[in-house]
DNA sequence: TTATTAAGGATATAAAATATCCCTATTCCA
DNA sequence: TGGAATAGGGATATTTTATATCCTTAATAA
């Protein structure tokens, strides 16, 4: 069970935006180049962010995607939802019913412990993606980036932004 | 990202172990038969288990599998990792080396605030799993399921155990 | 000796992740 | 006003993973 690339790649996408001056727009192009990776690809990605409205988007040449919020108001739970799913990573199959001991016609009313346990542990990681704000990715990135590093890849960003 | 159903069959194969009394044995064929699971694919998930040493077999007739600890020793996530594997969800592709503006032969020291994050998500969801045992499964098991059903259950698996 | 079992290797099939291509409507700008 | 650049989305291809089956081997009970 290995959430996909493009979790990484949104979450990724989102901290440059969230470095983005007021109604300005960054392409997908620019964010593909700017992390290595395939634009057409991405685009998927950026266009789930889009569904779930965390970000923006406009038409035509100078436009792309800003955020639809403040950086403090989207969690990581946001932006992995809008890629991953919001569906349960526990699935239930029900095996429950091939008992050979069950009587005829008996009809479980409700998932039984195992899916119950294993939900409250998916909530669990929930709830921490939840408690993280795209400002605190930020904040931190700030922190363990080279001063010079930071303040080129935002000139690289600006250069390029719509 | 969706957990294989395996995990779900050693979750329910535990649990039926846990009932079984000391010193007897029960089969593939019999937990497959139980839950109404592809016998050869099944056995592989309890390979899985007896390679984590969670479970003690024997060959032969009457051979099988019985639990190597008490249900109170034994873990949700014990049982998760052996069969799902230990690795983390999130896995870092380190996407910031392709980042245009970084000096040549830089070199990240550690991990990104990202993956950090994710990281914590990810140990939050071991933590919860860590903390249910398979005797609080079993415990919340006999509370939900009808004395009856339970009862003939038990039997059908005696019948069966070597 | 015979039947039965776990273990594990090899292989096949189905599903999901990854990736590319192409078309459309919109928007900017020269 | 026309051309270039953009997001959106459908179709399709490729790669990887999950699911499933088959077969051989060694151990064990009866
Ligand atoms: S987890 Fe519970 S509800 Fe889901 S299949 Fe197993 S027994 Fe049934
Ligand atoms: S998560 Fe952090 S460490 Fe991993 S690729 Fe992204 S930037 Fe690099």
Redesign the pocket.
């Known amino acids: 069970?290995?959430l996909?690339?493009?979790v990484e790649w949104a979450l990724h996408c989102c901290a440059i935006l969230a470095g983005l001056p007021e109604g300005r727009?960054?392409?997908?192009?620019?964010l593909a180049e700017f992390h290595g990776?395939?634009?057409?690809?991405l685009?998927?990605a950026?266009?789930s962010l889009?569904?779930a409205g965390l970000v923006h988007?406009?038409?035509?040449?100078?436009?792309?995607?800003r955020l639809a919020r403040t950086p403090a108001e989207l969690t990581f739970l946001d932006i992995v939802e809008a890629v991953?799913g919001k569906a349960r990573t526990f699935v239930c199959n029900n095996i429950r019913e091939n008992n050979p001991c069950r009587p005829q016609g008996y009809c479980e009313s409700s998932p039984c412990a195992v899916s119950r346990f294993m939900w409250e542990a998916d909530e669990a990681w929930r709830a921490k993606l939840r408690s993280v704000r795209l400002s605190d990715l930020t904040e931190a990135l700030a922190q363990e980036i080279p001063a010079e590093l930071w303040k080129s890849s935002f000139e690289w960003v600006l250069e390029r932004a719509?």
């Not at 990776?37 to 690809?41: D, G, H, N, Q």
């Not at 988007?57 to 995607?65: A, F, I, K, R, V």
């Open positions: 069970m290995i996909k690339s493009q727009y960054l392409s997908t192009k620019a990776l395939p634009k057409e690809y685009s998927k950026l266009q889009s569904q988007t406009t038409l035509g040449p100078s436009g792309g995607y991953e719509g």
